[in-house]
């Protein structure tokens, strides 16, 4: 590489002081080109990056939600498994209360098993 280097360098010094500038001009555009270059694959890495981070953040705020309702709910599962106190004192009691999607899909489901019982009765 330095042989190349001084072959240049002695090339260069038999031309005019004009075009060694021009010469040396050109490589650092290539120089400055490259770097424009590779400056713009470093941002859309790091945006990027960027988007991954704000995924994870997101992620992190659901999860965090998530475990914020374990506590009420082992406070539940702790009310149920309370026994009576003292007299008078009412022992909390679960409510079910009726919702009609759950009602359906369930209704679907034991249809879709009736339906497969009697399919597996004719054979």
Same mark, same amino acid.
């Given at each position: ?13 038999? *031309? ?5 500038? *021009? ?5 650092? #555009? ?9 400056? @713009?694959? *470093? ?15 997101? @992620? @992190? ?10 506590? #009420? ?14 007299? @008078? ?35």
């Amino acid at each position: 590489m330095s042989g190349k280097q001084s072959t240049s360098s002695t090339n260069t010094a038999a *031309l005019p002081r004009s075009l060694q500038l *021009l010469l040396q001009k050109q490589q650092e #555009y290539a120089a400055l080109q490259a770097l424009k270059e590779a400056s @713009g694959d *470093l941002v859309g890495r790091v945006e990027k990056l960027s988007e991954m981070t704000n995924v994870m953040a997101d @992620g @992190g705020e659901a999860v965090a939600k998530v475990l914020q309702n374990w506590a #009420y709910v082992f406070s539940v599962l702790g009310s149920l498994d309370m026994t009576r106190g003292e007299e @008078g004192e009412p022992v909390p009691q679960m409510i079910r209360l009726p919702h009609p999607e759950a009602e359906a899909a369930a209704a679907e489901e034991e249809a879709a098993a009736a339906a497969a019982a009697a399919a597996q009765g004719r054979q």
